[in-house]
């Protein structure tokens, strides 16, 4: 009995680490093949958000609803934005200088590759991706369901934390939390995060 707070104290633990993106497995039971940086450039980019009006492709086999996925890329960005530099949202529709002195340019630049679930990828430390930020395009591939029931988009903040100043090794990834941190992501999810390796 006296062993029962330090393991709910392990899991706990490990719940916070479960919603981050070093934890990637086939949470939603499913897998999607690579998908590389070219084949991203390649989709049509024929959809538009309705705030910021970011560049998205939705890859047919998404099952939500295009315009709640739009809405939703925009609603999430304006909090990670509100969140994160305390300026207000407008930050996203202009040139923005961030911390290290790079200009990020408006979210009207960048491009969103939406697809289903998990991909495989070619990441830091990683080859299984619900997202990933390519710097040198502007470009960002993300998953639509993954982390168990983390909501929708789960990892779309932490992306844009990469897209506004987050190294891709995470060694600044302190100085973006709370803002990156999934929705929707409760202690009752934490079974079926790890329920699949």
Not at 55 to 67: E, F, L, S, T
Request: proline fraction near 6%; glycine fraction near 8%; hydrophobic fraction near 40%.
């Amino acid at each position: 009995m006296r062993h029962i707070p330090l393991v709910s104290l392990i899991v706990f633990i490990i719940f916070l680490s479960a919603c981050g993106e070093d934890l990637l497995p086939t949470s939603s039971g499913n897998v999607d093949t690579m998908i590389t940086e070219e084949d991203a450039l390649a989709q049509n980019y024929n959809h538009r958000t309705p705030g910021y009006d970011m560049q998205v492709a939705i890859r047919d086999d998404v099952d939500g609803d295009i315009n709640n996925i739009l809405e939703l890329l925009d609603v999430r960005a304006e909090v990670f934005l509100d969140c994160q530099f305390m300026m207000g949202s407008e930050i996203g529709s202009d040139d923005f200088k961030i911390p290290s002195g790079n200009t990020v340019f408006p979210l009207s630049m960048l491009m969103v590759f939406v697809v289903p679930f998990n991909f495989e990828c070619d990441a830091v430390d990683k080859s299984i991706c619900a997202g990933i930020y390519y710097f040198g395009s502007d470009l960002i591939i993300i998953a639509e369901e993954g982390l168990g029931r983390c909501g929708k988009l789960p990892l779309w903040k932490h992306e844009l934390g990469h897209r506004y100043g987050m190294a891709a090794d995470h060694n600044n990834q302190d100085e973006f939390e709370p803002c990156i941190d999934p929705p929707d992501c409760d202690i009752i999810d934490f079974p079926e995060i790890f329920a699949r390796e």
